[in-house]
T-cell receptor, first 112, second 113 residues
Framework: DAKTTQPNSMESNEEEPVHLPCNHS???????IHWYRQLPSQGPEYVIH???SNVNNRMASLAIAEDRKSSTLILHRATLRDAAVYYC?????????????FGTGTLLAVQP | DTAVSQTPKYLVTQMGNDKSIKCEQN?????MYWYKQDSKKFLKIMFS???????INETVPNRFSPKSPDKAHLNLHINSLELGDSAVYFC????????????FGQGTRLTVV
């Protein structure tokens, strides 16, 4: 299965932008790149996803490298509520179903 | 309204018992999943169901038997519970469309003693 690599942890200050990197060098042409986050004692929460082009939504932006072997999740203004584990995931599709392959994630700490 | 709900939230039971975890989604999704998060916080897919049909079974012991009575429900029954089954189990759902995002429940923390 395709895998992703992320830093184990990162720190940010409140109200500053955060760039969370991810490498996925074994990505295939049809794999979507997904980002989820998990707050303590909660289920994973969808953040954003993309295939080739950069994406923006109300939560974040996703910048995808031209060769698709890496991507960066951008939180434009970190808040204390953004402290969580952020997972960069490849969404594999086969048998008419999506399959999320989770890595170890990046633990984001946000300092006031 | 909770999109994906699981019950119970906590489950403590003895080795050898049989237990079930229930999951319901009100999003109208065709696909439902079970994921397991172990003590090291690693999340791994166990099963995927599409329109009540089993699609993915990720080498899970056959003591684990998912059942989907309809598209909105996917229950997980576990026989002869073992200590190693202790984990947090997450139900999720998504549209069938390639690349669709998944919505997760709040999890069921299973502790086998």
């Amino acid at each position: 299965d395709a895998k992703t690599t992320q830093p184990n942890s990162m720190e940010s200050n409140e109200e500053e932008p955060v760039h969370l990197p991810c490498n996925h060098s074994t990505i295939s042409g049809t794999d979507y790149i997904h980002w989820y986050r998990q707050l303590p004692s909660q289920g994973p929460e969808y953040v954003i996803h993309g295939l080739t082009s950069n994406v923006n939504n109300r939560m974040a932006s996703l910048a995808i490298a031209e060769d698709r072997k890496s991507s960066t999740l951008i939180l434009h203004r970190a808040t204390l509520r953004d402290a969580a584990v952020y997972y960069c995931i490849l969404n594999l599709y086969g048998g008419a179903t999506n399959k999320l392959i989770f890595g170890t994630g990046t633990l984001l700490a946000v300092q006031p | 309204d909770t999109a994906v709900s699981q019950t119970p939230k906590y489950l403590v039971t003895q080795m050898g018992n049989d237990k079930s975890i229930k999951c319901e989604q009100n999003l109208g999704h065709d696909t439902m999943y079970w994921y397991k998060q172990d003590s090291k916080k690693f999340l791994k897919i166990m099963f995927s169901y599409n329109n009540k049909e089993l699609i993915i079974n990720e080498t899970v012991p056959n003591r684990f038997s998912p059942k989907s009575p309809d598209k909105a429900h996917l229950n997980l029954h576990i026989n002869s519970l073992e200590l190693g089954d202790s984990a947090v189990y997450f139900c999720a759902s998504s549209r069938q469309l390639r690349g669709s995002e998944a919505f997760f429940g709040q999890g069921t923390r299973l502790t086998v003693v």
